[in-house]
Structure formats: C-alpha cells, structure tokens
C-alpha cells in the first residue's frame, strides 16, 4: 500500500545529524509517497518518493568534517542491516 503526506515542512535541525556543511533555514516537501510492500515487508524494500522538495541552506563553518564519524556511522549502519537481514530469515525458516 502507498501512505501519502503532503505540504510537510522541514524543521531548520531536519539535517542536523548529517554533519553537512550548512544548516536547513526553511524547507518543504510538496508530496511524500511511500511504497510499503505489506506482504513481503522482509523481503523487499520501502520506496520514498519526493516531489516539490525546496531547501533555502545557510552555510555552517561550525561544523567540521570528522572521518572517524563517518566511519562508525557506516559501520553502525552496515550491522543494523545485518541483523535486519538476519531477524528476517530467522522468521522465514521459522515459518517453514
């Protein structure tokens, strides 16, 4: 099934946690559609379309690239979806 939002407002810290190089002042998303395969919620992926984005950025010189940041959070990011993987054949094979 598709879950549609529309006309969402961006709150100035919506890409603080991204380290970019400037900071959100004002932002909007027209149209927000997500693509969600119910049936095989395990098995194939979600599907986030965005329409009408438009961001006025300011740049940030207080926020300083960190390699070693970056690092961790791929990391993180690669093991959460290890375990997603894995909690998902776990419930396959238990189900037969």
Do not use: V
């Given at each position: 099934g598709d879950a549609v939002l529309e006309n969402l407002v961006l709150k100035e810290n919506a890409l603080s946690e991204l380290d970019v190089p400037f900071k959100v002042k004002v932002?909007?998303?027209?149209?927000?559609?997500?693509?969600?395969?119910?049936?095989?919620l395990y098995k194939e992926a979600v599907i986030a379309s965005l329409e009408g984005v438009y961001l006025l950025v300011v740049p940030s010189a207080?926020?300083?690239?960190?390699?070693?940041?970056?690092?961790?959070?791929q990391l993180e990011l690669k093991q959460r979806e290890l375990r997603r993987i894995e909690e998902a054949m776990m419930k396959a094979a238990e189900r037969g």
């Open positions: 932002g909007h998303i027209g149209k927000l559609t997500l693509k969600i395969p119910w049936k095989n207080s926020i300083k690239y960190d390699a070693e940041k970056e690092e961790k959070q």
